[in-house]
């Protein structure tokens, strides 16, 4: 047998942490390696780290709003068979991963339309797929014939009656015990628009051969496009005069606009044989646009929606929408065509109640050892350049005890605290009454020793977790040795974030929200996104006259950045995040809250509704720390991200939403993929299965 290997893995996100989920998923693995992980500060999570206030009802304190798409198969696989591991009492709470998320079926997009704001639900059905239940994705040629699908469903189901009542309107006083369809085929059955009657036959007959020839231009590969750009210039000119007058008319044309464009440019561009990411190069706008998408379609919620989403927007900037299209492309396909069960599904707890507690029980219980306190400050290369020899870390404080011990209990439920447990930690009460973060970069704080891993002592191989933004700074000696790394820095972008959690004294339906559990985007700038948390009250632990309600907003922010040295820094985006909470929640609560404003600002929201009366008593959050910065997937990017098993030096692997997997956007699922796929690439790197 082989000498036993000692893994040293960075950062405790999720793809570091799937790393090494997947590394002791074998029974003997500890006859074939031994496990340590290296996280700064108290707590595990990433981006997706969440802790409980103590001083405030052991209230959930996220870093923004996590919600779990249905189309999360490997996450939801993962989550699923670690509850199952973990095996808790049956009457723990959360003691099956079907007591920690929810299902969600509906997102309320937000239109400003004639100079107001009018909401526009989107509902996706249930179906009976269980998420993560191991079925593979749709490939392109699959999802094309779901959006052909959707194309003749629009036009002969009840849907959209309501705009194509709108359309045949004529034939009302003629027909009028005749149900739509027919008045619809009467209108095709005119001379000049057979073909387009003809036209959903026609493609169901000829898609195959199309696909077959989608590297090459064909006659059926023609014709094909031909059709859908006359189907999309008679159902224009069709709608033209309705489309701004009529909220279902504008919408039905917006997603028949967007489908048929999608449509269009996978054939035209070949995507379906070259697969999405060939369009990363382009801004998805730019792309659609490409593709004859009309401006309302561009300018339009649901393509809005898919930058909002991923916090799209160069530099924070919302003038700089930007987002590779073949991604934003894989997204909107497999949020809509893939999901299992329902499209999204809540967690029912913090992220790092839900996800990071059992996940860090699990892996304890398994042999992995966890190091918290220790902030990686830079790798060093052996001198041929070939691999990692050293890895330096701040010590950050010194434990009274060998193990710290990071989980508190609230209300039966292993939780994360909002702080370290300064109990355990000889320089506590410093850091206490100094109000030291020791997971910023700019607390000031010195380290209580400066260690060094060495290769072939300390550690054999090292899987690299910590997120793209914190890496940068650590990494320029490998940016020196290898261009493909320096260009992953320089390409791969990253945006800070921020976000509001208010808790409220009135329950929803009394704030005028009458949607339970309702879930927002593409709203008011720049807090465009936002949910009604109401649901985790019964997490928290608040005394008698606490909150009824929760409301999380979320958005990107523009960038900010300053010296170590600018201890002031934190303290200057959080108010800055304050301001912008407030004049957002005085412009447009009302939005959203109809019933939360005062009779001198009814738009607003009046803080005498807020638990603790003032803006200040609520969680507000900059996101600014380089590893807290949400990844980006800008055009021309993805192709210099790296994957898992290809950093260009032979015992480093790479884990997070930033490394090349086959889903290449900021999300859970993508941190899962590149977390399995570092654990995959190091065992064969080991000569293991």
């Not at 249930?126 to 094309?144: A, H, T």
Request: hydrophobic residues 40%; negative net charge.
């Amino acid at each position: 047998m082989p000498p036993k290997q000692r893994i040293a893995i960075l950062g405790g996100g999720l793809g570091s942490m799937t790393a090494a989920y997947a590394l002791t998923a074998a029974p003997d693995w500890q006859e074939r390696y031994s496990i340590t992980l290296y996280q700064m500060g108290w707590r595990l999570g990433g981006k997706g780290a969440s802790g409980r206030n103590a001083q405030h009802g052991q209230r959930i304190e996220e870093h923004g709003l996590h919600v779990w798409m249905g189309f999360y198969n490997r996450a939801f696989r993962m989550i699923r068979d670690c509850y199952a591991a973990l095996g808790r009492p049956q009457n723990a709470p959360l003691h099956d991963w079907t007591e920690a998320f929810q299902p969600h079926d509906t997102v309320i997009l937000s239109e400003f339309v004639h100079g107001h704001w009018v909401q526009w639900p989107l509902t996706l059905p249930r179906n009976s797929g269980v998420p993560g239940d191991g079925q593979g994705l749709p490939s392109v040629f699959e999802y094309v014939q779901m959006g052909l699908q959707w194309l003749l469903e629009a036009f002969i189901g009840p849907r959209h009656e309501e705009a194509l009542e709108r359309l045949f309107q004529e034939h009302r006083a003629a027909a009028p015990h005749r149900g739509f369809v027919a008045r619809l085929l009467d209108r095709f059955h005119r001379a000049e628009d057979q073909e387009l009657h003809r036209f959903c036959s026609w493609l169901a007959e000829h898609l195959q051969a199309a696909h077959e020839h989608a590297r090459a231009p064909a006659p059926q590969h023609d014709r094909l496009l031909a059709l859908l750009d006359a189907f999309r210039r008679r159902v224009a000119a069709a709608m033209e005069r309705l489309i701004e007058q009529h909220d279902a008319t504008r919408r039905l044309w917006i997603l028949l606009d967007l489908g048929v464009t999608a449509l269009r440019g996978i054939l035209a561009d070949g995507l379906a044989s070259r697969g999405l990411t060939a369009a990363d190069d382009e801004d998805f706008r730019a792309w659609l646009d490409r593709h004859g998408a009309s401006d309302i379609t561009l300018a339009s919620a649901p393509v809005r929606e898919i930058y909002d989403l991923c916090f799209a927007y160069r530099g924070g900037d919302l003038q700089q929408p930007d987002m590779a299209a073949g991604t934003a492309l894989d997204c909107a396909f497999r949020i809509a065509g893939a999901y299992r069960g329902a499209a999204m599904w809540k967690m029912l707890g913090g992220m790092g109640d839900t996800i990071f507690a059992p996940m860090y029980e699990l892996l304890a219980r398994r042999g992995v050892r966890f190091e918290f306190f220790h902030a990686v400050t830079r790798l060093e290369l052996e001198a041929d350049r070939s691999s990692v020899a050293a890895i330096h870390l701040d010590r950050q404080v010194r434990l009274k005890d060998q193990a710290y011990r990071p989980l508190v209990d609230v209300k039966g439920l292993p939780c994360w605290p909002s702080v370290p447990r300064y109990e355990q930690i000889v320089e506590g009460e410093t850091l206490r009454a100094r109000g030291i973060n020791l997971e910023s970069r700019w607390s000031g704080w010195e380290p209580v020793e400066r260690r060094v891993l060495r290769a072939g002592q300390d550690f054999d191989q090292v899987v690299l977790g910590i997120s793209i933004g914190g890496v940068a700074e650590m990494t320029q000696e490998l940016a020196a040795a290898n261009p493909r790394w320096r260009a992953m820095l320089e390409r791969v972008g990253t945006v800070c974030t921020q976000a509001a959690q208010l808790w409220l004294q009135p329950a929803m339906p009394e704030l005028g929200q009458k949607t339970p559990g309702v879930i927002g985007g593409t709203y008011a700038e720049p807090l465009d996104t936002w949910a009604d948390m109401s649901e985790l009250l019964a997490r928290e632990d608040w005394p008698a006259g606490g909150p009824q309600s929760i409301l999380y907003l979320c958005g990107p922010m523009p960038d900010a950045s300053a010296p170590p040295s600018d201890t002031a820094f934190p303290g200057r985006v959080l108010s800055g995040v304050r301001q912008t909470a407030n004049l957002w929640l005085q412009s447009n609560a009302g939005g959203i809250l109809p019933r939360g404003g005062s009779a001198g600002n009814p738009a607003g929201l009046d803080s005498s509704k807020l638990t603790g009366g003032t803006l200040d008593a609520q969680y507000l959050r900059g996101n600014v720390d380089p590893s807290e910065r949400y990844v980006l997937s800008l055009s021309g990017s993805t192709r210099h991200r790296l994957p898992a098993g290809g950093s260009g030096f032979r015992n480093l692997f790479l884990a997070g939403d930033w490394v090349l997997t086959d889903l290449n956007a900021g999300c859970v699922e993508a941190a899962v993929s590149a977390g399995q796929d570092a654990a995959s690439a190091l065992r064969r790197s080991l000569d293991l299965p």
